[in-house]
């Protein structure tokens, strides 16, 4: 089965990981900007590594057939730094027009904080003046439940965000009823240690049903599956869910989402070669 993976740090994996993904039906993926595993100290650095993600990724990922997206911002762990968040806010736009970029992400809270609001909300604006597409990180922490709420407020309190373009990523049991609710998208991470396990996810989807649900591997620096996606696929196949649900939320439900950017230009594998 061909699938997407919506979120995943390609910046940390290896080529090989590529070639594996390929191999396994993996057709496109999209690559948030995310921490780099320290704190960066100067717009440069973000400049650079907009450069790779716009650059360097999607050449890498062409040598396997996949179609390569990403997403720009300065992350939630950084935030603390406003000056240069908004140092690189400024900038961001020189990179918007670029092939790949879906949008502004993953924007978000971390700790919750005053200043992660503050940047969190400029992030919005700028979103909302150059009509990009969103993708939210929630916190990792054990009150994930009150960031969440943090963020769909912030969300709601701007009257230009639409709900539909936005995409609440690393949702759980207790968040996922209020995302759908609010009318945003949901996005399930699949950790081997934290967030959902195929498991779970499975058990999301037989509460919920398939509207606005996507799973991905988040695959990045730590403890994290790059192959996740197909566990899940695989866990939906042991219970008996058929191939047309199972396609819905890997496959249907990013083409549809992602579709609202005017940067995604994604050829179905079975039209490529074809004029």
């Known amino acids: 089965m061909y699938y997407f993976d919506p979120h995943i740090h390609m910046v940390s994996r290896t080529t090989d990981d590529y070639e594996t993904l390929a191999k396994m039906g993996c057709v496109a993926m999209s690559e948030p900007a995310f921490w780099a595993g320290f704190d960066r100290g100067s717009v440069e650095s973000f400049r650079d590594y907009f450069r790779q993600l716009t650059d360097f990724e999607p050449r890498r990922a062409a040598q396997y057939g996949v179609q390569h997206y990403t997403w720009l911002c300065i992350n939630a762990k950084e935030a603390e730094n406003v000056s240069l968040s908004r140092e690189v806010i400024a900038m961001i736009p020189e990179f918007l027009d670029k092939p790949n970029v879906l949008g502004i992400g993953e924007i978000g809270l971390n700790k919750n904080t005053r200043n992660e609001s503050r940047v969190f909300l400029e992030h919005l604006d700028l979103a909302a003046r150059f009509r990009q597409q969103i993708l939210i990180h929630t916190p990792h922490l054990e009150d994930k439940y009150q960031g969440t709420r943090m963020i769909l407020d912030m969300l709601i309190g701007d009257s230009r965000i639409e709900r539909s373009r936005v995409l609440v990523d690393h949702v759980e049991e207790h968040t996922v009823r209020t995302v759908l609710e609010e009318g945003f998208w949901a996005?399930?991470?699949?950790?081997?240690?934290?967030?959902?396990?195929?498991?779970?996810?499975?058990?999301?989807?037989?509460?919920?049903?398939?509207?606005?649900?996507?799973?991905?591997?988040?695959?990045?620096?730590?403890?994290?599956?790059?192959?996740?996606?197909?566990d899940f696929i695989l866990e939906m196949r042991r219970r008996g869910h058929p191939e047309s649900l199972i396609r819905k939320i890997v496959y249907d439900n990013p083409l549809e989402f992602f579709s609202q950017s005017a940067s995604f230009r994604f050829t179905a594998p079975e039209l490529r070669g074809h004029s």
């Open 187 to 230: 996005g399930m991470t699949l950790y081997p240690v934290t967030k959902c396990t195929p498991q779970r996810a499975a058990d999301i989807i037989e509460t919920y049903g398939p509207e606005r649900l996507m799973v991905n591997s988040a695959g990045d620096w730590g403890p994290s599956k790059p192959t996740a996606v197909p």
